[in-house]
């Protein structure tokens, strides 16, 4: 299965770390077929203009909605002639911003199922809104946002987003063993993990760790994963489990 990725910004090279160690390596083995298109090379005018004043004044400028319906349209041409079932494949248009649905591991997956997806990257104060209306027309559209927190364009969160969803399809992590017991995968966060040597700075490795009793490491690492999501993430617990877990915690 390969999954085709059209990313469109202002600052295409931006998006060279994708080319580096793994997602470079799904794209060299046709796993990932990865283009990205410079939002300028859509606008016309001499100056390649792609922002402008905000109607009802403001700070910043915003993206004209001109250079972005048509290098979306030329995406959306990527995907003719139509497919075998005559149906004109469309992609799934990401649009990241921090007003967006919150991006998360249930997403990621959902999103490496898809055949076909494309990033829009804004930048200054946001893209114009019609923007988003007329690509909904044409395309299924989320706006994605990788936290409560604001960068200044779209860039860093679609090389977030891509790696998260790169790393899920087939192929792409080697050891997939990996995918299965990390943050996240089923609600929880990991456990705490150690390496050779068994004591380094006066501090030794858990000993059930360093035993063979596989059904005691598995129950302790349950419980650490468990014990570490009520510490830091208790909105990822349900409620009863929050507290219990915690007021386990307090005994100790
Ligand atoms: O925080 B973000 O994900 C984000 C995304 C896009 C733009 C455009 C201007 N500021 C942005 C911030």
Redesign the pocket.
């Known amino acids: 299965r390969s999954l085709r990725l059209d990313v469109v910004s202002i600052f295409p090279e931006y998006l060279a770390p994708l080319d580096l160690s793994l997602i470079g390596k799904a794209r060299r083995d046709g796993l990932i077929d990865l283009h990205v298109h410079d939002l300028r090379d859509f606008a016309h005018d001499r100056h390649r203009t792609v922002d402008d004043s905000p109607y009802g004044g403001g700070a910043g400028m915003v993206m004209k909605p001109g250079p972005w319906s048509e290098a979306l349209g030329h995406v959306l041409a990527q995907g003719s002639p139509p497919a075998e079932d005559h149906q004109p494949r469309v992609p799934t248009l990401i649009?990241?911003?921090?007003g967006?649905e919150p991006f998360t591991q249930q997403i990621a997956r959902e999103l490496s199922e898809e055949p076909w997806l494309a990033f829009a990257?804004?930048?200054?104060?946001?893209?114009d809104e019609r923007v988003y209306e007329w690509a909904g027309e044409r395309m299924p559209v989320r706006v994605l946002?990788?936290g409560d927190?604001?960068?200044?364009?779209?860039e860093?969160?679609v090389l977030a987003m891509v790696e998260a969803v790169a790393r899920l399809l087939p192929g792409v992590i080697g050891n997939v063993e990996s995918l299965v017991e990390e943050s996240h995968e089923d609600g929880l966060l990991e456990y705490p993990v150690y390496t050779k040597p068994a004591e380094w700075d006066g501090r030794a490795v858990p000993d059930v760790l360093l035993g063979g009793n596989h059904r005691a490491i598995a129950a302790w690492r349950r419980e650490q994963r468990i014990q570490r999501t009520a510490q830091r993430r208790p909105d990822l617990l349900p409620p009863t489990a929050a507290t219990s877990a915690l007021s386990g915690l307090e005994e100790r």
Do not use: Q
């Open positions: 649009i990241p911003g921090p967006g990257c804004g930048r200054y104060e946001g893209i946002s990788l927190y604001v960068l200044n364009g779209g860093v969160a």
